[in-house]
Structure formats: structure tokens, C-alpha cells
């Protein structure tokens, strides 16, 4: 997708601060952070949504959930605990419409979330 900003993030037509990378995921700082750690991990191909995953994405998004749990290891804040995050949609709130998971962490969070 040409016009997707994490499409440019992944293909480095835009800098990110990258913290994992292998053929098919790649994992960046967000921008924005709302956590000390917020990082957000996202599959090097174009999935719009949670809405437009296939069969074929089950084990892409299971390799996802493992790199989750080695950066939650990485930055320190496995033990004490973390919040993983996908926003889907408009209610869900996702902004950006190329699927990825927030992995937040370094602070309490609320439940239920805002
Ligand atoms: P969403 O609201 O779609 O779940 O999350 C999108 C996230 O992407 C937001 O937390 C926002 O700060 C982050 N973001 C948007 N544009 C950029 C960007 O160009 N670079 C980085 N690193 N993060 C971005
Ligand atoms: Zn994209």
C-alpha cells in the first residue's frame, strides 16, 4: 500500500526507531508514547485490520505474540506486567489502518480502558 504510513515504516521510506525486525514483523517506538515503554509491533505486510485477517495470517500473528513476549522481556517489564493493545475500527479506535498490536508497559494502567 503506497499511501500507508507502517507500509513506509517497514519498507524505511520513513524513519522509525526500530527495536525488532526479521522477514516478516517489524517493531518500532511509537511516536506518541503513552506508556515508558510503548512500542508497537506490526507484520511487514499490508493487513488492514483485525477484520481482514485470513486463515493463512494465524501463524504470522502467533509469531507476533511470541516477539511481543521477548521485547516485554527485553525492556524489562515482564514481571512487573504489561498491556498489549489492538485498536480495531473506528469505535475500537485504530488511526492507522495497517494492523498492529501496542505493547505498552511501565506504568499502571486502568481497566476498563477509556
Ligand atoms: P491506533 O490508534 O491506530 O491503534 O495506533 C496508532 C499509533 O501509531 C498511535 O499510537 C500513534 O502515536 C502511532 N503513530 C502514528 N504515526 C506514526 C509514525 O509515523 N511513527 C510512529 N513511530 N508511530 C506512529
Ligand atoms: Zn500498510
Not at 485477517?53 to 525492556?75: Q, V
Request: charged fraction near 25%.
Amino acid at each position: 500500500m503506497t499511501d500507508c504510513i507502517f507500509c513506509k515504516i517497514a519498507n524505511k521510506e520513513i524513519p522509525s526507531d526500530i527495536v525488532y525486525e526479521d522477514d516478516k514483523i517489524i517493531a518500532f517506538k511509537d511516536v506518541s508514547p503513552q506508556s515508558p515503554v510503548h512500542i508497537l509491533v506490526i507484520p511487514k505486510k499490508h493487513i488492514g485490520s483485525l477484520n481482514d485477517l485470513d486463515e493463512e495470517d494465524t501463524s504470522l500473528i502467533g509469531d507476533i505474540f511470541k516477539i511481543i513476549k521477548k521485547l516485554a522481556k527485553d525492556m524489562g517489564v515482564d514481571e512487573e506486567g504489561y498491556r498489549v493493545v489492538n485498536n480495531c475500527g473506528e469505535l475500537g479506535g485504530q488511526t492507522v489502518h495497517h494492523i498492529h498490536f501496542h505493547l505498552m508497559g511501565g506504568r499502571k494502567f486502568s481497566w476498563p480502558p477509556g
